[in-house]
C-alpha cells in the first residue's frame, strides 16, 4: 500500500487542508489507524490504543468544521507520551507494579490539545520511571527505531518520536529533563522543543498513584514533538500557560516574537564538540556542514566564544542538581547506599559520575548553594545572548546505538569514534539548556549511513519563538525530515 499524501505531512498543511474539507478528520484518523495496524508490531510505539474515542472526536471534529469552526488543532490526529494522564487509559510510566492505573482526568496540557480539537489516537511508549534513553519496560516491552529496528529511538519520549517517524500523526506529546524530548528526535530524525521551564504548566504529568496537582519539578519541562519546526510552534501555542489552579499566575504568557524573520540576520554561536564529551565524526561532520552552509547564507557565524559558560563546569553542577532532585524519589535503601558511596569519594574526583553520586546525598544546604551558581550561569547566558541570538549545539554524541538493556546504567558504555565512554554522561549536552532552564529546538540534519543525526537551538530565556524560527528557516532553506525507507510505504 502506497503512503498517503497525508502520511508525512506537516501539521499546518493538513489543518489547512481540513480546514478547506480537502480531507475529513476521519480519513485522517483512519489512515493513521491504519498504518498503526500495519507497521506498529515492528516499531511498537503506540503502547495503548484508544482508537474508538479517537474516531468519535474526529466525526465530532468534521461536524465542527461543516460549521464553520476554526481552532488551531481542529481534526488533527496526534499521540501523547504514556506519562501523560488520560482519563480513562492507563498511565504507569512503565511501572509494572501500577500496570493497572487508571487516570480520572486528562493532564491539562492534554485537555488543551483535545479543547484546541485534537484527535488523540493512543499514548506512547516509555522506559521504566521516563530514567532512560532507551523506551523499554515489563509491562509494554521494547520500542525499535524505525530506521534500524536493532537500535534506540530514544528516550524517554522514544515512542512518541519512533510514531512520529512511521507517520502515525503529525504531532506528539513529550517531556524533558534529561534530553527527553530532544534525545528521541535527534535518533529518530524529528523535531522537539524543550520550552523555557515554567512557560508550560505540567499538572497530570504525573507518576502514579499520585494526585494531579499543580506544582513544579524542577529542570522538567512537557513540549511539543512534530516532523518540522513550524508544527511545534503550533503546538506549543495551544499547550503554553501556567496553571489556572496556581494563585497569582498569568493564564497564558505573551511570548516575544523572534528576533529575526530571515535567516541571514541571525547571530549564531556553533559548538559541533567539546573534550569533556567529543561527538562522533557522523555528529560532528553534521554540524560543521550546517555551520558552513549558514555561513554561506549570510548567517554570522561564531565557532567560539569566551561568553559561553564552562561547559565542563556547568555539566558538572547539572549531575548534582539532577541527581539531587531524581534522588529524593528512589527507595530509602538505595538511597542509603548512594550516601554513603558519596560520603567515601575523594574530594578531588570531578567525573560526571562522581557529580551524580554527590547529587543523590545532597543535602538542602548543598543544593541551595548549587542553586545560587544556577543564577549565576543563568546571569551569563544572558550576557552571551546579548552578542548571539542562538547557540547550535549536539544533542548526543552519537547516531542510534543498539539496544542495550543491561541494568545498572553507569555500568553501560557508547563508543565515540571507537573509544568508549560512560553511558551516562551522554547527560551533558541535553543539560546545556536543561540546567538554565533555556529553550531548545531539536532539528534534524539528514542521515548518516542510514541513521538520523540532529543538532538542537538553544535560545535565550522565554525567547522560544526565537529558536523556532531558526528551526523553521534552517529546514525550509537545507530541508528536514527524511521518512524512515522500511516505513515509508
Given amino acids: 500500500m502506497a503512503a498517503s499524501q497525508w502520511t508525512f505531512a506537516t501539521a499546518v498543511d493538513t489543518a489547512k487542508a481540513l480546514a478547506d474539507r480537502t480531507i475529513s478528520s476521519v480519513e485522517l484518523t483512519e489512515l493513521a489507524i491504519d498504518r498503526i495496524e500495519r507497521h506498529d508490531s515492528k516499531i511498537n510505539a503506540v503502547c495503548v490504543r484508544d482508537f474508538e474515542r479517537a474516531l468519535e472526536a474526529a466525526r465530532a471534529a468534521d461536524a465542527a468544521l461543516a460549521r464553520g469552526e476554526r481552532r488551531p488543532l ?284 554527590r547529587g543523590i546525598a545532597l543535602s538542602h544546604r548543598d543544593w541551595v548553594q548549587a542553586n545560587a551558581a544556577r543564577a549565576r550561569l543563568r546571569a551569563q547566558w544572558r550576557t552571551l545572548f546579548e552578542s548571539f541570538d542562538a547557540v547550535i549545539c549536539p544533542i548526543m554524541p552519537t547516531p542510534a546505538y543498539p539496544h542495550d538493556h543491561s541494568p545498572d546504567q553507569e555500568q553501560r558504555r557508547i563508543s565515540i569514534d571507537g573509544v568508549a565512554h560512560v553511558y551516562t554522561d551522554q547527560l551533558a549536552w541535553p543539560g546545556i539548556a536543561t540546567l538554565p532552564g533555556l529553550p531548545a529546538t531539536a532539528i534534524p540534519l539528514g542521515l548518516a549511513d542510514g541513521l538520523p543525526v540532529g543538532v538542537q537551538i538553544v535560545g535565550p530565556f522565554l525567547e522560544d519563538r526565537t529558536p523556532l524560527k531558526l528551526a523553521e528557516l534552517i529546514e525550509r532553506e537545507f530541508g528536514g525530515f527524511v521518512p524512515p525507507p522500511m516505513f515509508a510505504d
Fill in 74 to 357: 481542529l481534526g488533527l490526529p496526534l499521540t501523547v507520551k504514556e506519562s501523560y494522564n488520560i482519563a480513562g487509559l492507563p498511565t504507569t510510566w512503565g511501572f509494572p507494579q501500577h500496570k493497572n492505573f487508571i487516570a480520572r482526568e486528562d493532564a491539562l496540557t492534554v485537555t488543551r490539545v483535545k479543547d484546541a480539537g485534537g484527535i488523540v489516537l493512543g499514548k506512547t511508549n516509555v522506559p521504566l520511571g521516563l530514567g532512560d534513553w532507551q523506551s523499554y519496560n515489563d509491562i509494554y516491552g521494547t520500542t525499535n527505531n524505525p530506521y534500524d529496528l536493532g537500535r534506540t529511538p530514544g528516550g524517554s519520549s522514544g515512542g512518541s518520536a519512533a510514531a512520529l517517524a512511521a507517520g502515525y500523526g503529525p504531532l506528539s506529546l513529550g517531556s524533558d529533563i534529561g534530553g527527553s524530548l530532544r534525545v528521541p528526535a535527534f535518533h529518530c530524525g524529528v523535531t522537539a522543543h524543550k520550552p523555557t521551564y515554567g512557560l508550560v504548566a505540567t499538572r497530570g504529568h504525573t507518576p502514579p498513584p499520585f494526585d494531579p496537582i499543580p506544582g513544579e519539578a524542577d529542570l522538567a519541562v512537557v513540549g511539543p514533538m512534530a516532523r518540522s519546526a513550524a508544527d511545534l510552534a503550533l503546538l506549543l501555542d495551544v499547550i503554553a500557560g501556567a496553571d489556572p489552579l496556581e494563585a497569582g499566575r498569568a493564564w497564558r504568557l505573551e511570548l516575544p516574537p523572534s528576533r529575526h524573520t530571515r535567516l541571514q540576520d541571525f547571530r549564531v554561536l556553533v559548538i559541533a564538540s567539546d573534550p569533556l564529551l567529543p561527538t562522533d565524526a557522523a555528529v560532528r561532520g553534521a554540524i560543521e556542514r550546517l555551520a558552513d552552509n549558514l555561513a554561506k547564507a549570510g548567517v554570522r557565524v561564531t565557532r567560539e566564544s569566551k561568553l559561553l559558560p564552562d561547559f565542563a563546569a556547568s555539566s558538572r553542577l547539572y549531575m548534582r542538581m539532577l541527581l539531587g532532585f531524581l534522588g529524593a524519589m528512589m527507595p530509602p535503601d538505595v538511597h542509603a547506599g548512594a550516601s554513603q558511596a558519596a560520603a567515601h569519594l575523594p574530594k578531588e574526583a570531578t567525573s560526571l559520575g562522581a557529580e551524580r553520586l
